[in-house]
């Protein structure tokens, strides 16, 4: 279980992850890889937040562990399960394509992203519409 370094991508050897991907790989920016660093050193141990024994930590636990952060940084309580919908609806306000978002979520088809984010679709299509109406309008 080693992580591979690759470019600007750190590839994430299989985990048993809650929704899986179809190799069981996953896939982080460097930058979250090396916020993630300490996680990652201890992979071997099968848990992304191990408690003191190596086991997985409890799921109330780490949420105690996220509003104790959140609180010192001065934001609003969420739930984990936030920051998941916080990460899709960046990635596709952001140019990130349906199907690669809906690969990384582990859902089973795009359609399910899009069902799930078309506020953000829609969004982009109004942009889109806004930006060829300028363009036709310079043209004419």
């Known amino acids: ?3 591979a370094l690759t470019g600007t991508w750190v590839r994430i ?4 992850p809650p ?4 190799d069981g790989v996953f896939f982080l920016c460097l930058f979250a890889a090396s916020v993630l660093r300490p996680a990652f050193d ?18 109330d636990s780490v ?4 509003h104790r952060v959140l609180k010192r940084a001065g934001l609003p309580r969420i739930r984990f399960h936030d920051l998941r919908h916080t990460f899709a609806t960046m990635a596709l306000q ?12 582990g859902h089973y088809s795009a359609g399910f992203t899009l069902d799930t984010y ?20 310079r043209a004419v």
């Open 1 to 3: 279980n080693q992580v």
């Open 13 to 16: 050897p299989p985990l048993p």
């Open 19 to 22: 929704k899986k991907t179809p």
């Open 42 to 59: 201890l992979l071997q141990l099968k848990a992304v937040f191990p408690s003191p024994t190596g086991g997985p930590m409890s799921p």
């Open 63 to 66: 949420l105690h562990m996220l």
């Open 94 to 105: 952001n140019g990130v394509d349906v199907k690669t978002v809906s690969s990384m979520l």
């Open 118 to 137: 078309a506020h953000v679709t829609t969004d982009a299509q109004l942009k889109a519409a806004q930006t060829m109406g300028s363009i036709l309008s």
